[in-house]
């Protein structure tokens, strides 16, 4: 009878919850709104799932499942046997973020499947359908059948109904997440790193990737032939992808769904599948600007290792912390301070000692003076991935770090993919994946150790954004794709389109350390570039976001461009309201923000290599105030190629339900601060 009640209350709601029918288990749930539907069961004892959206096909018959290495397969002996479900809906405020406050809305679906062979086995899987996509998990039941869980493969498949156009990067290589995108049918693509995006033929757009990894070993996306994928996981030198002691549940597997491609950059479906905050107090999390020795390396100013060119010098250091505090930068980034920078570090072989300076640099001498001038260093420990030498280290290194009022650190891991070295526990090593299970646990047991001491982590050469953020709100950044390093000595740089496409993919996971704000666009050493305008250098503070953003260039060049560095002192780095004005994957895209602190706003707009022009209403301005519109613009010759510092800086008074055009050049940008009068 409650079944019946349930049931009947359900449909009151919209969920389009259904009971089986004769020939096949089939169970039903759909989004508040009731625009999409995913339907749940077995048939012919494999488990499947589909999704819609206004009654049109997304997401046709799709397998779930798994390979075990200790165990029979969960495959073809499958049927659901039970359903349960729920409706939730609730606000909640981010500590930090692009917009202060999420709505939590959706409604929810969860199958029990029993394996039919010999003893009983089971497993469940939880479907979350919100009006902005989906998201679903499997949930392990503690079982005497399958107490120990060693996961060969998923045999999770996303089978499209139609073909389209797909924006991706490889996975599985040795570059971990740093190529650049492909734009390619879907029909073409090979194994991906996800966020994946796709626009099908018929306009909706689509984001695929997971939210909430934890304790497991990452996705990837496997071509299965036409318009079908699968779940591949990152391999483990271990033997079994993913070891987990039941009861446990895995990561969710998402998908975003949008008519427009800007409806991809508003959701929060990822955040919301991550859990609230474990970390009660997080006041202590700032986000900040900075500067630091970091691009003069890049450039081969100067070097991480000791010598007569080493950067991190107490001298140097002075030099940066002035500058910050005659600018309004909290943090200065100092690379190279810590002994184990000479020899072959990139492959491994270090000797990083993460509380020994090296003796041109006196940390405590440069922390003191850094406090005196009220700036915060931003710490840094280049790991090499190699874990099993950081490890041992890490709790005496924040330790030291914390005694010296350092609140933030920037890690780093690199080293090519299949890499990483962990300890086997009985005085060897052996080698991991980036993204593979054992360091998606390390990475847990830094955020969770840097916590302990206060201190913020923004990690380079990272596992990828889950949304993570939400449960550990001081993991605040990370890179995770192509940064601005590979315009000093990529082979190729990143091509004009590169930062346009970030959005769309590489951004729908989280906050990035981009690293903008290059004025010395050209060149920045023989034969390599910025393929840049100046302006959308400035532009990149609003469209990519992050809550810790570096101004990249040496102070002398920002010395030398005071009107254009003036929006890099001006630009926050904590939002209120992100709004996503306009945009196509790959191509532009225009980005209004208002600052958490204030009533002003910023907006972002850049291009690729082609130019624009176009206008844009104000809506979004509060309503009954003027706003003095602060412009930074292409100049009319502008050209990525040609004329990348041409730039115009000029202003207005706007309000409400005006229109600016937004006219950029080939490769450009505009930046405008509107500031509340």
Same mark, same amino acid.
């Given at each position: 009878?409650?079944?019946?009640?349930?049931?009947?209350?359900?449909? $009151?709601? &919209?969920? %389009?919850?259904?009971?089986?029918?004769?020939?096949?288990?089939?169970?039903?749930?759909?989004?508040?709104?009731?625009?999409?539907?995913?339907?749940?069961?077995?048939?012919?004892?494999?488990?499947?799932?589909?999704?819609?959206?206004?009654?049109?096909?997304?997401?046709?018959?799709?397998?779930?499942?798994?390979?075990?290495? !200790?165990?029979?397969?969960?495959?073809?002996?499958?049927?659901?046997?039970?359903?349960?479900?729920?409706?939730?809906?609730?606000?909640?405020?981010?500590?930090?973020?692009?917009?202060?406050? $999420?709505?939590?809305?959706?409604?929810?679906?969860?199958?029990?499947?029993?394996?039919?062979? &010999?003893?009983?086995?089971?497993?469940?899987?939880?479907?979350?359908?919100?009006?902005?996509?989906?998201?679903?998990?499997?949930?392990?039941?503690?079982?005497?059948?399958?107490?120990?869980?060693?996961?060969?493969?998923?045999?999770?498949?996303?089978?499209?109904?139609?073909?389209?156009?797909?924006?991706?990067?490889?996975? +599985? /290589?040795?570059?971990?997440?740093?190529?650049?995108?492909?734009?390619?049918?879907?029909?073409?693509?090979?194994?991906?790193?996800?966020?994946?995006?796709?626009?099908?033929?018929?306009?909706?757009?689509?984001?695929?990737?997971?939210?909430?990894?934890?304790?497991?070993?990452?996705?990837?996306?496997?071509?299965?032939?036409?318009?079908?994928?699968? @779940?591949?996981?990152?391999?483990?030198?271990?033997?079994?992808?993913?070891?987990?002691?039941?009861?446990?549940?895995?990561?969710?597997?998402?998908?975003?769904?949008?008519?427009?491609?800007?409806?991809?950059?508003?959701?929060?479906?990822?955040?919301?599948?991550?859990?609230?905050?474990?970390?009660?107090?997080?006041?202590?999390?700032?986000?900040?600007?900075?500067? +630091?020795?970091?691009?003069?390396?890049?450039? !081969?100013?100067?070097?991480?290792?000791?010598?007569?060119?080493?950067?991190?010098?107490?001298? !140097?250091?002075?030099?940066?912390?002035?500058?910050?505090?005659?600018?309004?930068?909290?943090?200065?980034?100092?690379?190279?301070?810590?002994?184990?920078?000479? %020899?072959?570090?990139?492959?491994? /072989?270090?000797?990083?000692?993460?509380?020994?300076?090296?003796?041109?640099?006196?940390?405590?001498?440069? @922390?003191?003076?850094?406090?005196?001038?009220?700036?915060?260093?931003?710490?840094?420990?280049?790991?090499?991935?190699? $874990?099993?030498?950081?490890?041992?280290?890490?709790?005496? @290194?924040?330790?030291?770090?914390?005694?010296?009022?350092?609140?933030?650190?920037?890690? %780093?891991?690199?080293?090519?993919?299949?890499?990483?070295?962990?300890?086997?526990?009985? &005085?060897?090593?052996?080698?991991?994946?980036? #993204?593979?299970?054992?360091?998606?646990?390390?990475?847990?047991?830094?955020?969770?150790?840097?916590?302990?001491?206060?201190?913020?982590?923004?990690?380079?050469?990272?596992?990828?954004?889950?949304?993570?953020?939400?449960?550990?709100?001081?993991?605040? *950044?990370?890179?995770?794709?192509?940064?601005?390093?590979?315009?000093?000595?990529?082979?190729?740089?990143?091509?004009?389109?590169? /930062?346009?496409?970030?959005?769309?993919?590489?951004?729908?996971?989280?906050?990035?350390?981009?690293?903008? &704000?290059?004025?010395?666009?050209?060149?920045?050493?023989? %034969?390599?570039?910025?393929?840049?305008?100046?302006?959308?250098?400035? *532009?990149?503070?609003?469209?990519?976001?992050?809550?810790?953003?570096?101004?990249?260039?040496?102070?002398?060049?920002?010395?030398?461009?005071?009107?254009?560095?003036?929006?890099?002192?001006?630009?926050?780095? #904590?939002?209120?309201?992100?709004?996503?004005?306009?945009?196509?994957?790959?191509?532009?895209?225009?980005? =209004?923000?208002?600052?958490? *602190?204030?009533?002003?706003?910023?907006?972002? =707009?850049?291009?690729?290599?082609?130019?624009?022009?176009?206008?844009?209403?104000?809506?979004?301005?509060?309503?009954?105030? *003027?706003?003095?519109?602060?412009?930074?613009?292409?100049?009319?010759?502008?050209?990525?190629?040609?004329?990348?510092?041409?730039?115009?800086?000029?202003?207005?008074?706007?309000?409400?339900?005006?229109?600016?055009?937004?006219?950029?050049?080939?490769?450009?940008?505009?930046?405008?601060?509107?500031?509340?009068?």
């Amino acid at each position: 009878m409650l079944r019946i009640l349930l049931a009947c209350f359900c449909l $009151i709601l &919209g969920m %389009g919850l259904s009971g089986p029918s004769r020939a096949d288990a089939a169970y039903q749930v759909s989004s508040p709104d009731g625009r999409l539907t995913v339907e749940v069961g077995s048939s012919f004892g494999e488990a499947t799932y589909q999704v819609s959206r206004d009654g049109k096909p997304v997401i046709t018959r799709s397998k779930l499942g798994f390979l075990f290495t !200790n165990a029979p397969k969960f495959d073809r002996s499958l049927r659901a046997i039970a359903q349960e479900t729920a409706s939730f809906d609730e606000n909640w405020d981010l500590p930090w973020g692009e917009v202060k406050t $999420i709505r939590n809305h959706y409604n929810e679906l969860t199958v029990t499947f029993e394996d039919g062979r &010999g003893a009983p086995r089971r497993f469940s899987v939880t479907f979350r359908v919100f009006d902005d996509g989906i998201g679903f998990r499997y949930n392990f039941p503690d079982q005497p059948t399958l107490k120990e869980v060693r996961i060969g493969e998923e045999l999770t498949q996303f089978n499209l109904a139609e073909d389209g156009t797909a924006w991706w990067q490889p996975a +599985g /290589e040795w570059n971990r997440y740093e190529y650049l995108y492909h734009r390619t049918a879907i029909r073409e693509i090979g194994q991906a790193h996800t966020p994946m995006t796709v626009r099908l033929n018929s306009g909706l757009h689509l984001s695929f990737h997971e939210a909430a990894l934890v304790d497991y070993a990452s996705m990837w996306l496997r071509h299965a032939g036409g318009t079908q994928f699968v @779940a591949s996981l990152a391999p483990s030198s271990r033997g079994a992808k993913v070891v987990r002691t039941a009861p446990f549940s895995t990561p969710w597997r998402t998908i975003q769904i949008s008519e427009k491609a800007t409806g991809l950059i508003e959701s929060h479906l990822i955040l919301n599948l991550n859990e609230p905050n474990r970390l009660g107090d997080v006041s202590w999390v700032k986000p900040y600007k900075y500067v +630091g020795i970091w691009w003069e390396m890049h450039i !081969n100013k100067s070097t991480w290792g000791s010598g007569p060119k080493h950067g991190a010098t107490t001298e !140097n250091a002075k030099r940066y912390i002035d500058f910050a505090a005659a600018n309004g930068f909290r943090g200065v980034l100092i690379e190279g301070w810590n002994v184990g920078w000479d %020899g072959d570090w990139f492959g491994g /072989e270090t000797g990083f000692d993460f509380t020994k300076p090296y003796p041109d640099f006196d940390l405590a001498a440069v @922390a003191a003076y850094a406090k005196q001038k009220g700036v915060r260093l931003v710490g840094h420990h280049e790991t090499a991935a190699n $874990i099993a030498n950081y490890e041992p280290q890490m709790e005496a @290194a924040f330790k030291l770090y914390e005694s010296l009022g350092v609140d933030s650190v920037k890690t %780093g891991y690199v080293a090519d993919a299949g890499g990483a070295r962990f300890s086997d526990g009985k &005085g060897g090593i052996v080698f991991d994946w980036h #993204d593979g299970q054992e360091m998606v646990r390390h990475h847990l047991r830094v955020v969770e150790a840097a916590a302990r001491h206060r201190i913020a982590i923004n990690t380079h050469e990272p596992i990828k954004d889950t949304g993570l953020r939400r449960t550990y709100p001081n993991w605040v *950044a990370r890179e995770g794709a192509r940064g601005q390093e590979y315009n000093a000595w990529g082979n190729p740089e990143n091509p004009p389109e590169h /930062e346009v496409n970030l959005v769309f993919t590489r951004m729908l996971s989280g906050p990035m350390d981009f690293t903008p &704000g290059i004025f010395a666009i050209n060149p920045t050493q023989p %034969g390599h570039r910025a393929n840049t305008t100046l302006a959308k250098q400035l *532009a990149l503070y609003v469209t990519l976001y992050s809550p810790v953003q570096m101004a990249a260039d040496l102070p002398e060049v920002y010395a030398a461009n005071p009107g254009p560095f003036q929006f890099i002192k001006d630009v926050p780095v #904590d939002w209120s309201q992100t709004i996503a004005l306009n945009g196509e994957v790959g191509d532009y895209v225009t980005i =209004a923000r208002k600052d958490r *602190a204030s009533s002003d706003w910023y907006l972002g =707009a850049m291009t690729d290599e082609n130019p624009r022009d176009f206008s844009v209403r104000l809506d979004f301005l509060d309503a009954g105030r *003027a706003y003095r519109a602060e412009i930074y613009r292409d100049g009319p010759q502008a050209d990525w190629k040609t004329q990348p510092n041409n730039v115009v800086i000029e202003q207005k008074v706007v309000q409400r339900g005006d229109v600016l055009r937004v006219k950029l050049a080939p490769g450009g940008g505009q930046a405008i601060r509107f500031k509340a009068q």
